[in-house]
């Protein structure tokens, strides 16, 4: 609903497998609030744990703490929250989806 506050489930397919200390980077309309502290965790497709950080552009980059690397062509389900859902209905604008290397490098985007 516009305005409401709750988990956001983003599900994505792999193209290439993601280290097993890869990172998740989202990037989001400025238009929705994601509430720090900012938790996330897998849902499926993936094991360990995320670290979730978001930068002043309100990008949010999840970083992978998992036992082995996720393979490609996997779906991802991972369980974000608390984010602000935009204060109207309507189109929301565009979300991107990158997997990253630790180094910064992008794997898919």
């Known amino acids: 609903a516009a305005g409401a506050a709750g988990a956001v489930t983003l599900a994505f397919t792999t193209q290439n497998p993601i280290p097993r200390d890869g990172r998740i980077r989202l990037r989001i309309p400025s238009e929705f609030a994601p509430l720090a502290p900012l938790h996330a965790r897998f849902l499926s497709g993936a ?8 930068d002043d552009d309100g990008v949010i980059t999840m970083s992978r703490d998992g036992e ?15 984010v602000v859902n935009v204060p109207r209905s309507g189109d929301t604008g565009s979300i991107e989806v990158c997997t990253v ?3 910064g490098r992008e794997i898919d985007c």
Do not use: F, K, N
Not at 47 to 52: F, M, N, R, S
Not at 68 to 82: F, K, Q, V
């Open 47 to 54: 094991d360990g744990y995320l670290v979730t950080t978001i």
């Open 68 to 82: 082995a690397d996720a393979p490609g062509l996997t779906e991802m389900r991972i369980e974000i929250g608390t």
């Open 101 to 103: 290397l630790d180094d």
